[in-house]
């Protein structure tokens, strides 16, 4: 069965680094996100991606934060300074095309830690 | 604007008895919501979905979800508990009127412990 993978599983940084955290999403899917979970709080969506360009963004997602689509297989999100507080689980999702409901698939995550 | 709440943040159950995991949303038009669950260490897991058809829906491993419009609520349910059934659980509402966008809002999730 086909699934979304991400590496690195964990990654460790300083803070002020620039981390890029790499998802592969399920090749015929059209529709990428990212959602990041902080301990002890909620899956918060990030921003969703589709036609090579942002197609909506949270408020967390400012300009630190970019995506990209570098290749047509890999989904990058790209964290240019890291700051203690960016320390989550990210997860990236992807679901397929046209309109009605689908259902997002989700990678097993690269949990994030600044110190 | 969308949001979940999930009424509980653990729940204990024996194995071989019920479940019932509360959620009730707040939406400004007709949602899509959805089940996940999270194994330890595994990435999040579609268990089922309402999509505006048949209100009682089932999904995968036994569980089902019964969508309350008049309750704006969405309580998931398994009639017999399994010791693989011990994970988080979260309630999830989306806009299916937004086909490019369509983000995800999640509950806080429910943790799920099942004793032998």
């Known amino acids: 069965e086909p699934e979304v993978t991400q590496t690195p599983s964990h990654q460790v940084t300083q803070m002020g680094q620039e981390v890029i955290l790499r998802c592969v999403p399920i090749?015929?899917?059209?529709?990428f996100y990212w959602y990041r979970q902080i301990l002890g709080q909620k899956v918060e969506f990030l921003v969703s991606?589709?036609?090579?360009?942002?197609?909506?963004k949270s408020e967390i997602f400012d300009d630190q934060f970019s995506v990209e689509r570098p290749d047509g297989s890999n989904f990058t999100l790209k964290i240019r300074s890291t700051k203690l507080e960016d320390s989550a689980m990210y997860f990236c999702?992807?679901?397929?095309?046209?309109?009605?409901?689908?259902?997002?698939?989700f990678g097993p995550g690269t949990r994030l830690t600044v110190t | 604007a969308q949001s979940v709440t999930q009424l509980d943040s653990h729940v204990s159950v024996s194995e071989g008895t019920p479940v019932l995991l509360r959620c009730n949303y707040s939406?400004?038009?007709?949602?899509?919501l959805f089940w996940y669950v999270q194994h330890p260490n595994k990435g999040l897991q579609l268990l089922l979905k309402?999509?505006?058809?048949?209100?009682l829906v089932k999904g995968i491993n036994g569980f089902e979800a019964e969508f309350k419009k008049s309750e704006t609520s969405f309580h998931l349910t398994k009639p017999s508990a399994h010791m693989s059934d011990a994970a988080e659980y979260f309630c999830?509402?989306?806009?299916?009127?937004?086909?490019?966008?369509?983000?995800?809002?999640f509950g806080g999730g429910t943790r799920v412990l099942v004793k032998p």
């Open positions: 309402y999509t505006s058809a048949a209100t």
């Open positions: 999830v509402v989306s806009d299916s009127t937004k086909a490019a966008g369509n983000k995800l809002t």
């Open positions: 991606f589709y036609n090579n360009e942002i197609s909506e």
């Open positions: 939406s400004s038009y007709s949602p899509s």
């Open positions: 999702a992807s679901r397929g095309g046209g309109q009605g409901v689908y259902e997002q698939y």
């Open positions: 090749s015929n899917h059209l529709y």
